[in-house]
């Protein structure tokens, strides 16, 4: 069974925050680390976005680069990655930038009833959870979704953490202090693979100045650690 190459991308605070302890979404990352972002949007085939990260922003990251743009229409694929939303609240306001945005948006929820085949409103198509992540994925790589961005948030990126699904890691470290709950592992979950703290757990295979006194940090996970 395979499923898709997985990258997780964030933007960070030194202390590992997402956003400022009363934000209610993230703030963080500057011009830099949205070229860094669209380059790897135009490198997925698809994005997976947990139902809390809409609702806070209520729309999606979009590439805007022309030069991206040609060449993923050069390579014969659409404008902009498939938006894969996860969530089992269905009902979102279509009124919201995200249902008006030039992309295929496709659901990812728990599993359906039978006889509940048509997707939700908003959606060209709907996928059902699996026993485990592995075979959820699976479901996309059968779909012809090799590579696949996970953009938040905390809870989605721990579940599939905890999962061991996650193959890359590219993190923007931005020049700030924020405390607060806001980190980009859930703190609901009480422990995490033992082997996902080893030190050779994650090999690092690039870091960029971004400038503005930000960095990004790519590591693949390393399973022969």
């Known amino acids: 069974m395979n499923s898709p190459w997985l990258r997780l991308v964030l933007a960070i605070s030194l202390d590992g925050r997402l956003a400022m302890p009363n934000a209610s979404k993230a703030q963080l990352g500057g011009r830099g680390d949205r070229k860094v972002l669209e380059e790897a949007l135009a ?16 729309k999606t990251c979009l590439i805007h680069n022309s030069k991206l743009i040609k060449q993923r229409v050069k390579e014969g694929r659409s404008q902009q990655p498939i938006s894969i939303i996860v969530s089992s609240q269905k009902d979102f306001s279509l009124s919201w930038d995200f249902f008006h945005q030039p992309i295929q948006r496709w659901l990812l929820s728990p599993a359906k009833i039978p006889t509940d085949i048509s997707p939700a409103k908003g959606y060209e198509r709907e996928f059902s959870q699996q ?41 923007t470290i ?5 405390g607060g709950a806001k980190t980009w592992v859930s703190r609901e979950m009480d422990s995490l693979p033992a ?3 080893n030190s050779k ?24 650690s």
């Not at 994005?47 to 609702?55: E, M, N, P, S, V």
């Not at 931005?174 to 924020?178: E, F, K, N, S, Y």
């Not at 757990?201 to 022969?224: Q, S, T, V």
Request: hydrophobic letters at 45%; a negative charge; proline letters at 2%.
């Open 43 to 58: 490198w997925s085939d698809g994005t997976l976005i947990g139902g809390g990260t809409l609702r806070a922003h209520q």
């Open 131 to 171: 026993i485990n992540w592995l075979e959820t994925l699976a479901q996309f790589n059968a779909e012809g979704l090799s590579k696949l961005l996970l953009l938040g948030g905390a809870q989605l990126a721990t579940s599939l953490l905890y999962a061991d699904q996650i193959n890359e890691l590219q993190l």
């Open 174 to 178: 931005t020049p700030r202090v924020l």
């Open 195 to 197: 082997d996902l703290s």
């Open 201 to 224: 757990a994650w090999k690092l295979i690039n870091h960029e100045p971004l400038g503005g006194n930000e960095i990004m940090l790519r590591y693949f996970r390393n399973h022969d």
